[in-house]
């Protein structure tokens, strides 16, 4: 069983529009989430971090955590098609050495 | 400021070959890890140095693959007698560790080396 699961996609968005990505993970321990976005060909580049249940907001990124569902999620306002790229879910263990990745969702953003 | 750097960008080889990748971290973070990602897949985790210590090695990394950061500095990684299974894109990260028990860093990749066996 996948530790850290994410829908492949693609998931299409028209441009302006909210994108919402979404990541289950099996750690109940697990405490720090991250979300990466990868360009095709590119290497994974850091957008956001969260640690604590709840809403963590920067710029027109929103992530979300639940810790109860085991759930973590990605907000992107005002969709623009430079956004379209694939989106990777990490979830740190508790050792603080390693982050396992989900397989990424795929995003599509249309003008 | 300048992120992490790692060479060669592309190397390809064949099979039965030994190749060696070279990572250089951001140069005030502590810890440095390997991570290899195959096409469609997300990245997967080989191996972690904090300073010169390597401290935890996946199952995926055999007898085949070795790590090294000797001064604490930058990292090499080996694989010997490569395989066509060992084509993928092989990534480098650092973090600077300051949460300590109960939680991971943030952790910043290089460019990757991209591996094509023959």
């Known amino acids: 069983q996948k530790e850290v699961e994410q829908n492949s996609g693609p998931l299409s968005v028209p441009e302006g529009a909210i994108a919402s990505l979404n990541c289950t993970y099996s750690?109940?321990?697990?405490?720090?989430f991250f979300w990466y976005r990868q360009y095709s060909g590119k290497s994974p580049e850091l957008i956001m971090f969260?640690?604590?249940?709840g809403d963590k907001e920067d710029g027109r990124f929103t992530a979300q955590l639940n810790k109860a569902s085991q759930y973590v999620s990605l907000l992107i306002r005002d969709s623009q098609p430079s956004d379209s790229a694939t989106y990777l879910c990490?979830?740190?263990?508790?050792?603080?050495?390693?982050?396992?990745f989900g397989g990424g969702t795929r995003l599509m953003v249309k003008p | 400021d300048t992120g992490v750097s790692q060479d060669p960008r592309h190397k390809i080889t064949k099979r039965g070959q030994n190749v060696t990748f070279r990572c250089d971290p951001i140069?005030?973070?502590?810890?440095l890890y390997w991570y290899r990602q195959t096409l469609g897949q997300g990245p997967e985790f080989l191996t972690y140095?904090?300073?010169?210590?390597?401290?935890?090695k996946s199952r995926l990394l055999s007898d085949r693959f070795s790590a090294e950061r000797p001064k604490g500095s930058f990292s090499t990684l080996e694989i010997q007698r490569t395989e066509q299974g060992d084509s993928a894109m092989y990534l480098c990260?650092?973090?600077?560790?300051?949460?300590?028990?109960?939680?991971?860093?943030?952790?910043?990749f290089g460019p990757g080396t991209r591996l094509t066996v023959l």
């Open positions: 990490a979830v740190g263990n508790n050792a603080g050495n390693m982050l396992t």
């Open positions: 969260i640690y604590s249940n």
């Open positions: 140069s005030e973070h502590n810890r």
């Open positions: 990260a650092s973090s600077l560790a300051f949460r300590g028990a109960g939680g991971s860093d943030e952790q910043f």
């Open positions: 140095f904090q300073n010169e210590a390597q401290l935890e």
């Open positions: 750690d109940r321990g697990s405490q720090s």
